[in-house]
């Protein structure tokens, strides 16, 4: 079952035409919440050989169509109540089309200290071909044919598409294919221990890591990225400043997990922001470290309800593990 968004009209909730396959007649089906007004259904993605018949399905009145580029645009007649009587859904058949070609699947991978990927691109079905776009733009059969793997020489979006003759192209398989940049580290007399903190009590309630711009902690002190310096439940921030210790030059990607909000910087720049009042739920980045001392800086807030604070990372696609106070360090 695939979905297409319709334009609402102003004032009204965004209505969606569905579709759906049956392979034992090879019919396809879509379904309209409304009589279009234009008089006209553009049905996007689609390309269906000439002749091809289309009707509605309530009293199999055959509709006129015809290809637009990539869509099909199908003419409707002046709506007729004693013709159609229902007045929620309408069902449009396409004979003897539909079957779509299995959808592709995209894999983006790193060599062992890369910073450019190479993209492979498996496809699924014999007697398929697989066209692809590195510039985001839907896959259409005049796109590059894949064949073997591609080297990604700046940030792409990935897009790919498989298409089969007497077969509807396939759904669209995307993927972000990232340039990295190394970063150097930084040289200081850094000491171990941990990063530096300080905790602050919060008025109100709070919606961000802002907040703590705007009040003087009540304590300070050192230690990792946790909550063991909170001693309230709700209403409190904490800001965490040192530097991390790199052990080998890699790619590698931080998880921030946090109940509240939180915003993380490393070497000076956001690396993530999961701030704002939500539950445990982790965001992402993928660095290029050099091996050495990367400052970093956290912010977190905590308002009410459920509290978490969690950094984790991994390198080379490698299992996550906490980034703990031994890799952690202070001026």
């Known amino acids: 079952m695939l979905k297409l968004t319709v334009e609402p009209e102003p004032g009204y909730a965004v209505k969606e035409s569905f579709f759906s396959y049956n392979p034992a007649t090879n019919s396809l089906y879509a379904i309209l919440p409304k009589w279009p007004s234009d008089k006209k259904f553009v049905w996007k993605n689609i390309t269906l050989p000439a002749g091809t018949r289309i009707e509605l399905l309530e009293n199999h009145a055959a509709l006129q169509w015809h290809q637009a580029g990539n869509n099909i645009e199908i003419n409707f007649p002046e709506f007729d109540p004693n013709l159609y009587k229902s007045k929620y859904a309408y069902v449009l058949k396409v ?7 299995p959808k592709p699947f995209i894999t983006v ?32 059969e005049a796109s590059p044919v894949y064949s073997t793997p591609v080297k990604i020489t ?15 192209p396939s ?21 171990a221990g941990g990063l530096k903190y300080a905790y602050y009590t919060l008025s109100g309630s709070p919606a961000s890591v802002k907040v703590l711009g705007n009040v003087k902690p009540v304590s300070e002190g050192t230690g990792g990225i946790d909550l063991s310096a909170a001693t309230d439940k709700q209403n ?13 030059n890699g790619i590698y990607t931080f998880n921030l997990h946090s109940d509240d909000g939180s915003v993380l910087w490393i070497n000076g720049k956001v690396a993530i922001d999961n701030d704002g009042t939500h539950g445990d739920d982790p965001k992402h980045t993928t660095l290029a470290l050099k091996k050495g001392l990367h400052t970093i800086k956290l912010l977190y807030f905590q308002a009410s309800g459920g509290q978490a604070l969690k950094l984790t990372y991994g390198q080379n696609g490698e299992k996550p593990v906490d980034v703990t106070k031994e890799m952690l360090l202070h001026d």
């Not at 940030?155 to 509807?168: R, Y």
């Not at 993927?175 to 040289?187: G, L, S, T």
């Not at 409190?236 to 080998?248: N, Q, T």
């Open 236 to 248: 409190f921030g904490l800001s965490f400043e040192g530097y991390l210790r790199i052990a080998k």
């Open 171 to 191: 759904g669209i398989a995307e993927a972000n294919a990232d340039i990295y940049e190394w970063q150097k580290a930084v040289k200081t007399n850094a000491k």
């Open 109 to 140: 991978n790193y060599a062992k200290g890369a910073i450019a990927p190479v993209v492979e691109i498996s496809k699924i079905a014999p007697g398929t071909i697989v066209h692809y776009t590195l510039d985001g733009s839907d896959p259409v």
């Open 95 to 101: 004979n003897n089309a539909g079957a779509f070609a």
């Open 154 to 168: 700046q940030t792409s979006v990935v897009k790919a598409a498989a298409f089969k003759p007497g077969s509807l």
